[in-house]
């Protein structure tokens, strides 16, 4: 898993309330387990017209945020059903934090394990940050993890709070996988010593 440390990118603002999983990664792309090219499916139904063609209303269809790495999202981001499809189509598409005032429970834990940060901030914090998203590529947004917290194009500061395992988690890169590999020297000691005492089995 990448580290995630500090980032500064286009932020896309995302003004909408309750986007489920199906929104964000629909039904028919989940016939792949893989983590990659998932990122054309992502938003697919808002994205793109019937025939095919892309949205040109849609925010990520627009120019100033296409290579947007940031989303700012209304209230209860990532409800719906567990897909972890959602996390990994958002980051095949280049989005590596979400910043919401609420998320779902299952969708906020698989981000963590897919390097992607997803951000809870105060209504009021949202509004300022919608504001500074709506302004394209020629407002940046940076997400500084260690500090924890996030800085405006006009110098304002909003502050987040994270668990400290999973900040250390992200900052390492570490996934589930990743945790247990930390660990390879002591797990390799253990199997000798129980191999050892326990030679007849």
Known sequence: MEKFTQLTGVAAPLK??????DMIIPKQYLKTIARTGLG???????????D?????????N?????KAQILVAED??????SREHAPWALLDFGIRCVISTSFADIFYNNCFKNGILPIKVAKADLDKLMDDAERGANATLTV?????????????VVKFDIDAH???CLMEGLDDIGLTMV???KIDAYEKKHAADRSWL
């Open 16 to 21: 909408i309330m309750n986007v489920d999983t």
């Open 40 to 50: 054309k499916g992502l938003f697919a139904e808002m994205r793109y017209r019937e």
């Open 52 to 60: 095919g063609s892309e949205n040109p209303d849609f925010v990520l």
């Open 62 to 66: 627009q120019a100033a945020y296409r």
């Open 76 to 81: 209860n981001f990532g409800c719906g059903s």
């Open 144 to 156: 500084d993890l260690a500090k924890q917290e996030i800085r405006g194009p006009d110098g304002g």
């Open 166 to 168: 999973r900040k250390h």
């Open 183 to 185: 660990k390879a020297p």
